[in-house]
């Protein structure tokens, strides 16, 4: 059984299961829904004028978008001004990324910087994880509370502003070459309490500056306070990644391997790619090559890769019927795959289990 509920390979997929998204979950009590995106290029055109978004999650909720891999996942269009945006999350709540970049093509690393371009703007109780955030000017216009955590943020001028209470853990924020680089231009609204927290980022100065906080008062300044609103929000605990499948092995006809501790399911790779996902502890096996699985947390991220199996011969699905046709077939009983034959089951390495 798969466990995403849309697996999608390019911009048309993606707008497809987005438009489904939207009237699924079109409110905070929608369950969550996962889109997971393949390695790949979602490249999307140009639009011109105000409040234009290429992806817009505005009226979304309860939604995880998770990449094969940050630097496999390029989601990119063009647009330009502050108002419009490659990607927009307005005020749809409960929205979860994860390892995909979302670049501005407007004038990114262009030797001629044109103005401003939005790769990411909105969001409330929004979480990233290992996302790249790519333009010059105002690159990520924040919305209310988010989080964000091992993430890269480039830009050159202001490229962090907006409004909300956010929290940035351990963030890499990348300058674009350019002098007077400016990071964030926070909005100082009474209405957030506490504004732009940044944490172990990098980089950091070397300069000598006079702190405004007193050293109590900068204590106070941690992820529960700032995101925890009137709800206890505990953003830090959606981005805890499963460990790495142990045990990993294959019998020529499946691949096994041991549960993992919280797993919403688990994701297998067949040389380096996507090949499956399921909920099982095993994966049936189509073509020889190097196999690897990685565990999924509840929202969907991927953990660590299992240690690699390397599959040369796979039994060819006539071996198998004419198995079936002798009574013998395998099955997965209490998470582990065994062999039911007319003289009992066994496990996959041959052990009689009753």
């Known amino acids: 059984m798969?466990?995403?509920?849309?697996?999608?390979?390019?911009?048309?997929?993606?707008?497809?299961?987005?438009?489904n998204l939207k009237s699924s979950n079109n409110s905070d009590s929608a369950p969550r829904r996962t889109v997971f995106l393949k390695n790949g290029a979602y490249t999307y055109g140009t639009l011109e004028g105000t409040y234009q978004h290429n992806i817009s999650l505005a009226k979304v909720y309860n939604v995880s978008l998770i990449g094969e891999s940050k630097?496999?996942?390029?989601?990119?269009?063009?647009?330009?001004?502050?108002t419009s945006s490659t990607i927009d999350l307005g005020d749809g709540t409960g929205n979860y990324l994860q390892d995909i970049t979302i670049r501005n093509n407007y004038d990114f690393r262009a030797e001629q910087l044109k103005g401003v371009s939005v790769a990411l703007t909105g969001g409330n109780k929004t979480i990233m994880k290992n996302v790249a955030l790519q333009a010059s000017q105002d690159t990520y216009v924040t919305g209310k509370r988010t989080y964000l955590e091992d993430c890269d943020i480039y830009g050159t001028t202001d490229f962090i502003c907006g409004g909300g209470d956010i929290y940035f853990e351990r963030c890499n924020l990348i300058l674009g070459n350019k002098s007077g680089n400016?990071?964030?231009?926070?909005?100082t609204s009474p209405d957030n309490k506490w504004g732009y927290v940044f944490r172990k980022n990098s980089p950091t100065s070397t300069n000598s500056y006079k702190p405004v906080l007193t050293e109590d008062e900068a204590q106070r300044f941690t992820l529960r306070n700032v995101l925890g609103g009137t709800d206890s929000w505990d953003a830090a605990t959606f981005t805890k990644q499963c460990a790495a499948p142990a045990d990993a092995a294959a019998d020529g006809a499946a691949l096994q391997w041991a549960a993992v501790e919280n797993a919403l399911c688990y994701v297998v790779f067949k040389d380096g790619e996507y090949a499956g996902n399921t909920t099982a502890t095993s994966f049936n096996?189509?073509?020889?090559?190097?196999?690897?699985?990685?565990a999924a947390n509840a929202m969907g991220g991927m953990g660590e890769p299992s240690a690699p199996v390397e599959v040369k011969t796979v039994t060819s699905v006539s071996t198998v019927s004419s198995c079936e046709e002798r009574g013998v077939y395998k099955k997965t009983q209490n998470g582990q795959l065994v062999i039911v034959s007319p003289q009992g089951v066994f496990s996959a390495s041959g052990s009689r289990l009753k």
């Open 285 to 294: 096996l189509s073509a020889a090559g190097t196999y690897s699985v990685r």
């Open 71 to 82: 630097d496999g996942v390029i989601v990119s269009g063009t647009t330009d001004g502050i």
């Open 182 to 187: 400016v990071i964030s231009a926070p909005s």
């Open 2 to 19: 798969s466990c995403y509920d849309y697996v999608v390979s390019n911009a048309d997929e993606l707008d497809a299961a987005i438009a």
